[in-house]
């Protein structure tokens, strides 16, 4: 079992900063992806930013230059730090691991339970 948790949202106003972390804990041998999805009502979840260990990270176009994905492999944490916030980046943000939990395992997709970000105009 693997358990990730976000932390770091909540309300801020257009044009100011948020940093996002999730932590994975649980039965971990390694990680390779790590990322952040959002969801906003009525809309469906979209990649916010995912990175991968020796390549660089992508990002959805709408927040490029704004959001920038890092993680820390020793406490097995990805952090997403926000910055110039506007009022559509409002959703609820999930955290994503793909974890190998044992060697001779695969990786499978884990979920965070998701965290909500809302930014005022």
């Known amino acids: 079992q693997v358990q990730l948790v976000e932390s770091g949202g909540g309300l801020v106003q257009a044009g100011g900063s948020l940093r996002l972390s999730c932590a994975v804990s649980g039965s971990i041998f390694s990680i390779n992806a790590m990322g952040w999805y959002r969801q906003a009502p009525g809309k469906q979840r979209e990649l916010v930013a995912v990175t991968s260990s020796g390549s660089t990270p992508n990002y959805a176009n709408s927040v490029k230059g704004r959001f920038t994905i890092s993680r820390d492999n020793y406490k097995n944490t990805v952090y997403l730090q926000m910055n110039s916030l506007k009022p559509e980046d409002t959703a609820v943000y999930y955290c994503?691991?793909?974890?190998?939990?044992?060697?001779?395992?695969?990786?499978?997709?884990?979920w965070g339970q998701g965290t909500q970000v809302t930014v005022s105009s």
């Open positions: 994503y691991a793909a974890v190998m939990p044992s060697r001779g395992s695969y990786y499978s997709p884990n």
